[in-house]
Each structure stands twice: as structure tokens, then as C-alpha cells.
């Protein structure tokens, strides 16, 4: 009774505090810059006229949110009816004809190297392509067409936060699951769940190589039998069916499997599970709590990775001993539970809250989180036993998210400032990777994120001169519907006039929410003074407006 | 280029100061208030080049230890025969299709490091070569590049937009980092792009304006290094570029982006560290010996190579240029015909000051007993101590610890391949 009062209190108090400094329609330009990926034309109006409290309400419960749009452009991309057993298969069959033609180009070299690289390769090998670039574009249309906005704006910084290279060996097999299955379905749930859920997910197992930590000394039990079944660890070489019939080969190949076992225990995973997952650089672990904490994960595993195999725990590779991690004690004789145990507790503790919170102020309110906003979050998730959604809410609430000084304060990343600006013009984008490629040539490969940090939250990994000329290209080329991959609808934004006052006043409300700063204004005016066909002068003005200063911001 | 811009930029930072922002914030803006605009006439400002070769080259077929009759063994298939390769002191040979480099060879400009590479025993590409560029072997969370933090540590020449350029749509992560490095994909499209060049200059000028007047932060800093950086381009005229000498650069990737360093290297606009990327080198299947797949790549290695010193010419006495790759090759064929992931390979450092004609680096043999894991040849060279040992006596870095963290650079570690 007294949270209902709490709550119903908070959901009236901030709309009170934040009128007093920001008018409906500036508040509502704020939530759509930062809890969405950007206003599309008139979103500003309507949003401040339902009022934006309503609308961050609405966001925050997503499935109530009708996005038939957005579900049936997702289901024209073919990735989503493949699994991770199909897309295996499909990789395994494309490596087999580029290996035939390997063989056959060492006799008549570099004949399809003339072809265009999309057309390169046989057909699985274009397939495989294809499919490859699909899951890039996939989280370019769903952040530009879907009505559940902060939704998607959660699943990319959780995308981010359980971070997996999409390069990795498997994990192009792997990867589109753990997006799909893995991330997306508890991006708004409990902490501990989408911890958990990352924990066995078999992309992340094998992108910080935790399939192989085992228990020292310990074997597979196919090892110990006379003959093998299946080549247990996924290698670049062809799948072997299992050992020679002839008993001298069969010794020497058990030989060389033995050789690749791993042999002990592998800390990488549990590393950054503890740094960049939970607790944080600072989060009080040491060295010798990794090593814990790798011992308890040791047999979490994946069937066959090659093969697109699922989470399989391995008792003979666990080990069983007694841990102590942070000072809790795990007796000895546990498996795979003790692991379940390791992950509630760590989603528990205070460093986790306050990280992953610090994160999350990060993301939505300022490049360096206000230490109100941290401790309001860290305040929701010890309220919600760490449910997202409330700690979210939370941040959206408190005094920080709308401060002056955080308005305007954050640079849009490349996927950001893509996808904002293809909204802004009213673009459809379409199911080829090409505004993913865009998106990739201003520095943010999607899913290629190399180390496990996943990208950074800072202007700077962003801000540098050669992204911004790109930036400003794409945007010219965007307003000019030259842009591959995209249609857009200048006539939502603004009227193809002669009349340039009228032109840069409508360019000026429809994408800038009448933020346009007087030096932008002056230049815009000056370049139009001599432009003939208002069709063009409305392409340059909206170019200039979207690859100029304000619109990086948000 | 006026000099009432530089002011605004300097005073810009320094009122930004009084505002209160960030340190890294300020780091940036500190780096982006050159000095007085680079002199568009010749330098003597050493430069680095680094070619990484993804995929793990071949030391073995690189540079052949043909003295060695285990080689032979090990090699049924795709061993190079000692008749062919191009012999170098009895005992290494490189490549017969890397012939173009012999006469860099001949004249000390061309020097091999062997057996070097990675502390860490991986085996993935990806770490590997994540740990190659980050600097620390074995340690994931580095987020900068050692050529980056080269640059952090040494603020002496971070007075053009040109000093660190990768050649590629992105920038690596070798050079990720707080200092300003450039990614240039082909210099002829740095820049705006518009139909005709009337057209691409107004539209340079109204972005330039734009942000002059309403970029704050980050954003004002950055454009301004922008706008100079195509400024300082267009003058130096890329798109009349001809290499001279007749160097004839090889067709694809490789080839461009040499051409591109040479031309910028040229164009004197201050470059010191230059990058690109050569891949193809995962040779697991049909590798080839004398000719064949790895033959092709290392025929456009060497030619590319060559053409790039005959086009430089008396520049590249201020110019190494450096191979690397993240590990090398195993020592035994397998049963494609080719080879699986290994341990250490083979380095090629060539230019002015490299202390060339040598094989350097303690060569571990090819004997069982001495592999590592028993199967792969060994590191005696971590790959730290070459790169450091070219940092500091080419660019002359101070501090190597800074660059190399949780390392402890040692001089008499160094291989030897500049001259003293």
C-alpha cells in the first residue's frame, strides 16, 4: 500500500519539477532523443500533446505497445527462420565449395576475384553472406521502424553490456540466438535472469572460451573409451566422424585429441564477469576470486559449437572442489548448481547494483552519470530485487534526466546518429546491410566490437575527424535520397518551397525541434541564397541540418 | 589556413578549461591545438609503417630455414625446395616470389626477425591478434592500441591531423586511443564528396562555418582537425599523384594503400605512423609451395614492398617499414595440404635505418625438443621487443613502459633491427 503511494506520488512529482524548466514539447524532444532513437516527423508534437510522462509509461511497458509495423518488416529478414544447428549447417556447406574452389583456383587463380564480393563464391557461400549481413541490418530497422522505442534502446545497451564478437569462430553461428533468444526477450526483466540467461548462452561461452575450462586433470568420457564418436572440440578442420577402425591410427589420433584438451581451468570468462558484467573494475574481487569463480564454471559448455550446439554442463569437467568467492563459501560436491548460486548472488551484490546503474545513467542521462541519478537507481533496484524496468523508470523520474545541463549533453554514436537521421526524414529502411554498412564505415561495426567491453559510452570513441567528414557525407547524401538502402519522405519533414525562411523554419521544427542555433541558421540562409530548384534547396538544408553540429547531439 | 582560426581553437580550449570539462575531454581538445601549421616541404620526421598480415603468415614459407633437413621432413608437400628459394645467408632463403626484395637485402635496407612473437599461447586469431595490437599479451580488457599510446606518451609530433593514419574504412584497434588518428579509406574520397568540385567546395565551406559557429566540445575540436586535415590534403594534390622511379605498385588492396603511404609520406603533412592491413594469409588448405596460394600473397607482399622503396627513393632513409602477424604456422604440413595455427613467425622490417641483411633474433631450430607445445616453433623474440626496439631507436620514444604496459622493456632483449 505505502510503494503504491510512493509510486503514484513519484509519477506525478517529476512532471510537476520538470515543467517548472522545460516546456511539454522540449521535454518531449529530450525523452525522444534519449529513450528512443530520435523523433520521426511530428513524433515532438504528439508526444508533448499525450504528455511524456504518459508516452516513458507506455515505453516502459513494451509489449502493450501495438508494433505490427516493425514485426513485419523483421519478418522478411530470412536470419530469424534459421537457428543456430541451420546456420551451422549453411557455414559448414559454404567453407566446403570455398575449399573446392581454393583447389581449383591454385589451378586458374583469381578468376571471381573480378566479380563483385557479393557475388563471389557459390551459393551457400552468397547465402551465408547474406544472412550475415541481415543480422547487422536487423538492429538497424527495428531501432528506425518500431514503435517500442526504449525497448530497443535497452536491448542495444545490453547487446553491449554482454558484449560477443560476431568474427569469433562459432559465434557467427551463434550470435544471431543470443540476440534473438538470449538478450532480447529479458532486456526489460530482472538483472539476475538476463545474467543467468548470458551465463549459458552458448555465443558468450565460447566468445570468452569458458566451453573449454575444465577441472584439471579431468577427460572426456569419450577419451577413455576405445572409440570416439565425434571430434569433441571445434577446430578450423573438417568434422571427423570419429577415430580410425585400424588400432595404431585410432592410438595416434586419441593421441592428438588428447594433445588439444584443454587442461585446466580458463579465467577469462570469469574475469570479465566480474569486471565488466558485475561488480565492476573497482568491484572489490582479486585475483584469486577469478580463479574461484573460473572453478565454479568450469563444465558450463556447449554441445558442439561448430555445429551450433546448445548450453550443455559437463560433470567431468567440473570441478567439484570447495570454492570461496567475496568470502562466501561454496562447499565442496557441487555442479552446475553452485554456478546458478555464483550468478543470483553476484546480481545481488551492491558493487553489481552500482555498476551496472552507473552504466545505465551513462547511457541515458550523461557521459559522466550524476552521482543523484546513480544512487536513485541503486534505490530502484534494491526496491525491485533488480528488476530493469523499475531501475530504468527510476533514472527517467529522478531530477537528473531532466537537468539543463544534461539536455543536448550526449553524442550520438554512429548508430545513433544513422538511425536518428534516417527517422528524422521519415526513411524506411530496407533488408539489405547497406545502412549497416553505414553505420560500420562511421565506426560501429554492429556485433564486431572486438573486446569484451562492448562500445564505449564516451564522446570521444566517437568524436574524431575523419567519422565526422563521414558523418556529414551521409548526411547530404541521406537528404538527397541518394543513400543506398533507404527511401525517405522529405515531404514530412517540409514543403519543397522557394521561400527560404519558411524552408529553414520548417527544417528547423521538424528535425531539430526548434533547437537550431542563429550561426546555423545564418549559413543555411546564405547557402540557399542562390539555389534555383526548391526541391534541391530543401535536400541541401536538410543535408546541412543533419550533418551540422546540433543534430550530433542529443 | 588562417592564423585568427588557430587562436579561436587555443582560446576555445582554454576557455573550456574554465568551464569546468572533463579531463578526457580536455585530453582531446589539448591534442587537437596544433602548433604552427607543418611546413609543406620536405622533413626529415621518421616514419613508421606497420603492415599487419591477418590470418597468421607462414614464417616457414616466408623466410625458409633451408639449411634445416627437418624442414624438409616435416614438409612433403609444401616445402620451398632449396633450389628455389632465394638464398640469404645459407642457411634462410626467402621466398622465391618475395625475389623483388633481394636488392633491399643486398643493400642492408631489408632485414628478417625470426622465430618472433606472442608470449600468450593462444591459438585464435582473434585473440591473438587482439593482443598484438593491444600490446598485452593475455591481458583482454587493454581498450587502446600500442601505436595509440605511442602517441598519448609522445606529444612532440601531435601537430597535424595527418600524424597517425590507417589506411581502411575503420580505424584499428592497434590505434584505437585517446589520441586523434585518422581512418582513410582512399585519400582521393577524404573529405565531402559532391559531383563537381565547385559543388564539393561551397559544401566544404558552409560544413566548415557550420561548426566554426554552433560545434561545441568534442565536436568543435574534431571538425576543426577535419577541415585543416582536407585543407592540407588538397593542397598536396592526391588525385595527380604518379609514383616516381617507375615504381610499379601491384593491383589490389596491398598495393593502394603503399602507393597511398608513399604519396602521403610525400606530401610531408607530418605522417609518423601509417597502418594498413594485408590479409589471405590462413593457409590451411592447399598452401601451396613455391607457387600457389601463399606464393601469390607473398608475390604482391614483395612487390608491393619494392615499389614502395623504389617510389620513396631517397625518403626512405627516414622510413621502416614493419610486418607482423599474430602467430605463425604449424611446423608439419597437415592433411590439406597446408597448415594449422602455430606459435611464432616471422618478421619483416625494411627502410633507411633498419640494420639489415641479417636474419636476426636467437633462431630456437626445428627440433622436436625444442618446439613448443612439441609441435610449433618457438618465441624467442617477444614481438614487445622488436616493436619497442623500433619505437625507441627509430622514433625515439622515452618511455616504452607506458606503451607496453605490465612490461619491462630491456634494450639488450632488443633484436637488433635498427642501427644504432
Same mark, same amino acid.
Given at each position: 500500500?505505502?510503494?503504491?503511494?510512493?509510486?503514484?506520488?513519484?509519477?506525478?512529482?517529476?512532471?510537476?519539477?520538470?515543467?517548472?524548466?522545460?516546456?511539454?514539447?522540449?521535454?518531449?524532444?529530450?525523452?525522444?532523443?534519449?529513450?528512443?532513437?530520435?523523433?520521426?516527423?511530428?513524433?515532438?508534437?504528439?508526444?508533448?500533446?499525450?504528455?511524456?510522462?504518459?508516452?516513458?509509461?507506455?515505453?516502459?511497458?513494451?509489449?502493450?505497445?501495438?508494433?505490427?509495423?516493425?514485426?513485419?518488416?523483421?519478418?522478411?529478414?530470412?536470419?530469424?527462420?534459421?537457428?543456430?544447428?541451420?546456420?551451422?549447417?549453411?557455414?559448414?556447406?559454404?567453407?566446403?565449395?570455398?575449399?573446392?574452389?581454393?583447389?581449383?583456383?591454385?589451378?586458374?587463380?583469381?578468376?571471381?576475384?573480378?566479380?563483385?564480393?557479393?557475388?563471389?563464391?557459390?551459393?551457400?557461400?552468397?547465402?551465408?553472406?547474406?544472412?550475415?549481413?541481415?543480422?547487422?541490418?536487423?538492429?538497424?530497422?527495428?531501432?528506425?521502424?518500431?514503435?517500442?522505442?526504449?525497448?530497443?534502446?535497452?536491448?542495444?545497451?545490453?547487446?553491449?553490456?554482454?558484449?560477443?564478437?560476431?568474427?569469433?569462430?562459432?559465434?557467427?553461428?551463434?550470435?544471431?540466438?543470443?540476440?534473438?533468444?538470449?538478450?532480447?526477450?529479458?532486456?526489460?526483466?530482472?538483472?539476475?535472469?538476463?545474467?543467468?540467461?548470458?551465463?549459458?548462452?552458448?555465443?558468450?561461452?565460447?566468445?570468452?572460451?569458458?566451453?573449454?575450462?575444465?577441472?584439471?586433470?579431468?577427460?572426456?568420457?569419450?577419451?577413455?573409451?576405445?572409440?570416439?564418436?565425434?571430434?569433441?572440440?571445434?577446430?578450423?578442420?573438417?568434422?571427423?566422424?570419429?577415430?580410425?577402425?585400424?588400432?595404431?591410427?585410432?592410438?595416434?589420433?586419441?593421441?592428438?585429441?588428447?594433445?588439444?584438451?584443454?587442461?585446466?581451468?580458463?579465467?577469462?570468462?570469469?574475469?570479465?564477469?566480474?569486471?565488466?558484467?558485475?561488480?565492476?573494475?573497482?568491484?572489490?574481487?582479486?585475483?584469486?576470486?577469478?580463479?574461484?569463480?573460473?572453478?565454479?564454471?568450469?563444465?558450463?559448455?556447449?554441445?558442439?559449437?561448430?555445429?551450433?550446439?546448445?548450453?550443455?554442463?559437463?560433470?567431468?569437467?567440473?570441478?567439484?572442489?570447495?570454492?570461496?568467492?567475496?568470502?562466501?563459501?561454496?562447499?565442496?560436491?557441487?555442479?552446475?548448481?553452485?554456478?546458478?548460486?555464483?550468478?543470483?548472488?553476484?546480481?545481488?551484490?551492491?558493487?553489481?547494483?552500482?555498476?551496472?546503474?552507473?552504466?545505465?545513467?551513462?547511457?541515458?542521462?550523461?557521459?559522466?552519470?550524476?552521482?543523484?541519478?546513480?544512487?536513485?537507481?541503486?534505490?530502484?533496484?534494491?526496491?525491485?530485487?533488480?528488476?530493469?524496468?523499475?531501475?530504468?523508470?527510476?533514472?527517467?523520474?529522478?531530477?537528473?534526466?531532466?537537468?539543463?545541463?544534461?539536455?543536448?549533453?550526449?553524442?550520438?554514436?554512429?548508430?545513433?546518429?544513422?538511425?536518428?537521421?534516417?527517422?528524422?526524414?521519415?526513411?524506411?529502411?530496407?533488408?539489405?546491410?547497406?545502412?549497416?554498412?553505414?553505420?560500420?564505415?562511421?565506426?560501429?561495426?554492429?556485433?564486431?566490437?572486438?573486446?569484451?567491453?562492448?562500445?564505449?559510452?564516451?564522446?570521444?570513441?566517437?568524436?574524431?575527424?575523419?567519422?565526422?567528414?563521414?558523418?556529414?557525407?551521409?548526411?547530404?547524401?541521406?537528404?538527397?535520397?541518394?543513400?543506398?538502402?533507404?527511401?525517405?519522405?522529405?515531404?514530412?519533414?517540409?514543403?519543397?518551397?522557394?521561400?527560404?525562411?519558411?524552408?529553414?523554419?520548417?527544417?528547423?521544427?521538424?528535425?531539430?525541434?526548434?533547437?537550431?542555433?542563429?550561426?546555423?541558421?545564418?549559413?543555411?540562409?546564405?547557402?540557399?541564397?542562390?539555389?534555383?530548384?526548391?526541391?534541391?534547396?530543401?535536400?541541401?538544408?536538410?543535408?546541412?541540418?543533419?550533418?551540422?553540429?546540433?543534430?550530433?547531439?542529443? | 589556413?588562417?592564423?585568427?582560426?588557430?587562436?579561436?581553437?587555443?582560446?576555445?580550449?582554454?576557455?573550456?578549461?574554465?568551464?569546468?570539462?572533463?579531463?578526457?575531454?580536455?585530453?582531446?581538445?589539448?591534442?587537437?591545438?596544433?602548433?604552427?601549421?607543418?611546413?609543406?616541404?620536405?622533413?626529415?620526421?621518421?616514419?613508421?609503417?606497420?603492415?599487419?598480415?591477418?590470418?597468421?603468415?607462414?614464417?616457414?614459407?616466408?623466410?625458409?630455414?633451408?639449411?634445416?633437413?627437418?624442414?624438409?621432413?616435416?614438409?612433403?608437400?609444401?616445402?620451398?625446395?632449396?633450389?628455389?628459394?632465394?638464398?640469404?645467408?645459407?642457411?634462410?632463403?626467402?621466398?622465391?616470389?618475395?625475389?623483388?626484395?633481394?636488392?633491399?637485402?643486398?643493400?642492408?635496407?631489408?632485414?628478417?626477425?625470426?622465430?618472433?612473437?606472442?608470449?600468450?599461447?593462444?591459438?585464435?586469431?582473434?585473440?591473438?591478434?587482439?593482443?598484438?595490437?593491444?600490446?598485452?599479451?593475455?591481458?583482454?580488457?587493454?581498450?587502446?592500441?600500442?601505436?595509440?599510446?605511442?602517441?598519448?606518451? *609522445?606529444?612532440?609530433?601531435? $601537430? +597535424?591531423?595527418?600524424?597517425?593514419? &590507417?589506411?581502411?574504412? !575503420? /580505424?584499428?584497434?592497434? =590505434? @584505437?586511443?585517446?589520441?586523434?588518428?585518422?581512418?582513410?579509406?582512399?585519400?582521393?574520397?577524404?573529405?565531402?564528396?559532391?559531383?563537381?568540385?565547385?559543388?564539393?567546395?561551397?559544401?566544404?565551406?558552409?560544413?566548415?562555418?557550420?561548426?566554426?559557429?554552433?560545434?561545441?566540445?568534442?565536436?568543435?575540436?574534431?571538425?576543426?582537425?577535419?577541415?585543416?586535415?582536407?585543407?592540407?590534403?588538397?593542397?598536396?594534390?592526391?588525385?595527380?599523384?604518379?609514383?616516381?622511379?617507375?615504381?610499379?605498385?601491384?593491383?589490389?588492396?596491398?598495393?593502394?594503400?603503399?602507393?597511398?603511404?608513399?604519396?602521403?609520406?610525400?606530401?610531408?603533412?607530418?605522417?609518423?605512423?601509417?597502418?594498413? *592491413?594485408?590479409?589471405?594469409? $590462413? +593457409?590451411?588448405?592447399?598452401?601451396? &609451395?613455391?607457387?600457389? !596460394? /601463399?606464393?601469390?600473397? =607473398? @608475390?604482391?607482399?614483395?612487390?608491393?614492398?619494392?615499389?614502395?622503396?623504389?617510389?620513396?627513393?631517397?625518403?626512405?632513409?627516414?622510413?621502416?617499414?614493419?610486418?607482423?602477424?599474430?602467430?605463425?604456422?604449424?611446423?608439419?604440413?597437415?592433411?590439406?595440404?597446408?597448415?594449422?595455427?602455430?606459435?611464432?613467425?616471422?618478421?619483416?622490417?625494411?627502410?633507411?635505418?633498419?640494420?639489415?641483411?641479417?636474419?636476426?633474433?636467437?633462431?630456437?631450430?626445428?627440433?622436436?625438443?625444442?618446439?613448443?607445445?612439441?609441435?610449433?616453433?618457438?618465441?624467442?623474440?617477444?614481438?614487445?621487443?622488436?616493436?619497442?626496439?623500433?619505437?625507441?631507436?627509430?622514433?625515439?620514444?622515452?618511455?616504452?613502459?607506458?606503451?607496453?604496459?605490465?612490461?619491462?622493456?630491456?634494450?639488450?632483449?632488443?633484436?637488433?633491427?635498427?642501427?644504432?
Amino acid at each position: 500500500m505505502l510503494a503504491a503511494l510512493v509510486l503514484a506520488f513519484q509519477s506525478v512529482c517529476p512532471t510537476v519539477r520538470l515543467s517548472a524548466q522545460l516546456s511539454p514539447h522540449d521535454s518531449a524532444l529530450h525523452a525522444l532523443d534519449r529513450l528512443a532513437y530520435g523523433p520521426r516527423p511530428g513524433e515532438v508534437d504528439a508526444v508533448a500533446a499525450g504528455g511524456v510522462m504518459n508516452w516513458i509509461d507506455r515505453q516502459l511497458s513494451p509489449d502493450q505497445l501495438d508494433d505490427r509495423l516493425a514485426a513485419e518488416r523483421a519478418a522478411t529478414f530470412r536470419i530469424l527462420r534459421y537457428d543456430s544447428g541451420d546456420l551451422a549447417r549453411l557455414y559448414a556447406a559454404a567453407s566446403e565449395e570455398r575449399r573446392e574452389r581454393q583447389q581449383q583456383g591454385a589451378r586458374q587463380p583469381a578468376m571471381d576475384s573480378l566479380a563483385p564480393p557479393a557475388q563471389q563464391g557459390g551459393k551457400e557461400e552468397q547465402m551465408g553472406r547474406r544472412l550475415a549481413g541481415e543480422v547487422e541490418q536487423l538492429v538497424v530497422v527495428r531501432a528506425a521502424l518500431s514503435r517500442r522505442q526504449l525497448y530497443e534502446v535497452m536491448v542495444d545497451f545490453w547487446v553491449n553490456h554482454f558484449n560477443v564478437f560476431f568474427g569469433k569462430g562459432a559465434d557467427r553461428v551463434l550470435v544471431p540466438s543470443y540476440i534473438e533468444e538470449t538478450l532480447r526477450p529479458r532486456a526489460l526483466g530482472k538483472f539476475a535472469d538476463l545474467l543467468i540467461a548470458a551465463a549459458r548462452s552458448p555465443a558468450l561461452l565460447f566468445y570468452l572460451d569458458n566451453w573449454q575450462s575444465v577441472a584439471p586433470g579431468s577427460m572426456p568420457p569419450a577419451l577413455t573409451r576405445p572409440r570416439l564418436q565425434a571430434r569433441p572440440w571445434f577446430s578450423r578442420g573438417r568434422y571427423v566422424p570419429g577415430f580410425s577402425q585400424e588400432p595404431a591410427r585410432a592410438d595416434s589420433q586419441r593421441r592428438r585429441a588428447l594433445e588439444r584438451m584443454p587442461k585446466g581451468i580458463n579465467e577469462n570468462y570469469a574475469r570479465e564477469l566480474l569486471e565488466l558484467h558485475t561488480l565492476g573494475v573497482d568491484g572489490g574481487y582479486t585475483q584469486q576470486d577469478v580463479i574461484e569463480v573460473a572453478r565454479i564454471l568450469t563444465g558450463w559448455s556447449i554441445k558442439r559449437p561448430q555445429q551450433g550446439g546448445g548450453f550443455e554442463f559437463h560433470d567431468w569437467a567440473h570441478d567439484y572442489g570447495e570454492k570461496t568467492v567475496l568470502g562466501v563459501r561454496f562447499p565442496a560436491g557441487h555442479g552446475m548448481d553452485e554456478g546458478v548460486r555464483l550468478l543470483k548472488l553476484l546480481a545481488s551484490l551492491p558493487a553489481t547494483m552500482h555498476h551496472v546503474s552507473r552504466k545505465l545513467c551513462q547511457r541515458l542521462v550523461n557521459d559522466e552519470p550524476p552521482d543523484g541519478c546513480v544512487d536513485d537507481a541503486v534505490a530502484a533496484w534494491k526496491r525491485s530485487s533488480g528488476d530493469i524496468r523499475e531501475v530504468v523508470r527510476a533514472i527517467v523520474r529522478g531530477p537528473d534526466f531532466w537537468a539543463p545541463q544534461n539536455i543536448g549533453a550526449k553524442v550520438k554514436t554512429p548508430l545513433e546518429f544513422v538511425v536518428s537521421a534516417v527517422r528524422a526524414v521519415g526513411g524506411d529502411p530496407d533488408t539489405t546491410p547497406r545502412l549497416a554498412q553505414v553505420v560500420a564505415r562511421l565506426g560501429q561495426p554492429l556485433y564486431r566490437h572486438v573486446a569484451p567491453d562492448g562500445y564505449p559510452e564516451r564522446e570521444e570513441a566517437w568524436v574524431n575527424s575523419g567519422a565526422l567528414l563521414d558523418r556529414m557525407n551521409v548526411a547530404v547524401a541521406l537528404a538527397a535520397g541518394r543513400l543506398p538502402g533507404v527511401t525517405v519522405a522529405l515531404d514530412s519533414v517540409a514543403p519543397a518551397t522557394g521561400d527560404a525562411e519558411q524552408l529553414i523554419a520548417a527544417v528547423n521544427d521538424g528535425i531539430l525541434g526548434g533547437t537550431m542555433s542563429d550561426n546555423t541558421r545564418r549559413v543555411i540562409r546564405d547557402e540557399l541564397a542562390d539555389a534555383r530548384d526548391p526541391v534541391a534547396a530543401r535536400a541541401l538544408a536538410v543535408g546541412l541540418v543533419l550533418g551540422g553540429p546540433e543534430f550530433q547531439r542529443q | 589556413m588562417s592564423v585568427s582560426r588557430r587562436v579561436f581553437v587555443k582560446s576555445g580550449g582554454l576557455a573550456l578549461v574554465s568551464l569546468g570539462l572533463d579531463p578526457l575531454f580536455l585530453a582531446r581538445a589539448a591534442f587537437a591545438s596544433y602548433h604552427p601549421l607543418p611546413p609543406l616541404a620536405a622533413s626529415d620526421r621518421p616514419i613508421l609503417v606497420c603492415l599487419f598480415q591477418r590470418g597468421a603468415v607462414d614464417g616457414l614459407n616466408m623466410v625458409v630455414p633451408h639449411g634445416e633437413s627437418l624442414y624438409y621432413r616435416e614438409r612433403p608437400r609444401i616445402a620451398v625446395p632449396a633450389s628455389e628459394v632465394v638464398d640469404l645467408d645459407g642457411h634462410f632463403g626467402l621466398h622465391p616470389r618475395l625475389a623483388a626484395l633481394k636488392p633491399l637485402w643486398d643493400n642492408k635496407s631489408l632485414g628478417v626477425i625470426h622465430a618472433v612473437g606472442s608470449p600468450d599461447s593462444t591459438r585464435s586469431h582473434f585473440d591473438a591478434q587482439d593482443y598484438m595490437e593491444s600490446g598485452t599479451p593475455g591481458a583482454k580488457s587493454t581498450t587502446d592500441g600500442w601505436l595509440n599510446r605511442y602517441c598519448q606518451h *609522445d606529444r612532440e609530433h601531435d $601537430d +597535424t591531423p595527418f600524424r597517425a593514419v &590507417a589506411f581502411g574504412p !575503420q /580505424l584499428p584497434r592497434i =590505434l @584505437a586511443g585517446s589520441a586523434p588518428s585518422l581512418a582513410i579509406d582512399d585519400l582521393q574520397a577524404f573529405g565531402l564528396r559532391a559531383p563537381q568540385e565547385a559543388a564539393r567546395d561551397r559544401l566544404t565551406r558552409a560544413f566548415e562555418e557550420l561548426y566554426a559557429g554552433s560545434a561545441t566540445g568534442l565536436l568543435s575540436s574534431s571538425s576543426q582537425e577535419a577541415f585543416e586535415a582536407v585543407q592540407l590534403l588538397q593542397q598536396a594534390n592526391p588525385a595527380q599523384y604518379r609514383p616516381d622511379h617507375d615504381a610499379d605498385y601491384p593491383r589490389g588492396r596491398l598495393g593502394r594503400s603503399l602507393q597511398q603511404i608513399a604519396q602521403l609520406i610525400k606530401a610531408n603533412l607530418g605522417l609518423q605512423l601509417a597502418f594498413a *592491413d594485408v590479409t589471405g594469409w $590462413d +593457409t590451411h588448405v592447399n598452401q601451396g &609451395a613455391s607457387e600457389g !596460394q /601463399l606464393a601469390a600473397r =607473398l @608475390a604482391e607482399l614483395g612487390q608491393g614492398l619494392a615499389a614502395f622503396a623504389q617510389d620513396l627513393g631517397e625518403r626512405l632513409r627516414d622510413v621502416v617499414v614493419l610486418t607482423m602477424s599474430e602467430f605463425g604456422r604449424t611446423i608439419r604440413e597437415n592433411g590439406n595440404i597446408g597448415t594449422d595455427h602455430g606459435h611464432a613467425t616471422a618478421m619483416l622490417v625494411m627502410g633507411g635505418p633498419v640494420n639489415g641483411g641479417r636474419v636476426l633474433g636467437r633462431w630456437p631450430g626445428l627440433d622436436p625438443a625444442s618446439r613448443f607445445e612439441g609441435r610449433d616453433l618457438a618465441v624467442t623474440t617477444d614481438f614487445r621487443d622488436l616493436f619497442g626496439e623500433v619505437l625507441a631507436r627509430h622514433l625515439g620514444a622515452t618511455d616504452l613502459s607506458a606503451v607496453f604496459p605490465g612490461f619491462t622493456p630491456d634494450p639488450t632483449r632488443f633484436p637488433g633491427a635498427i642501427r644504432g
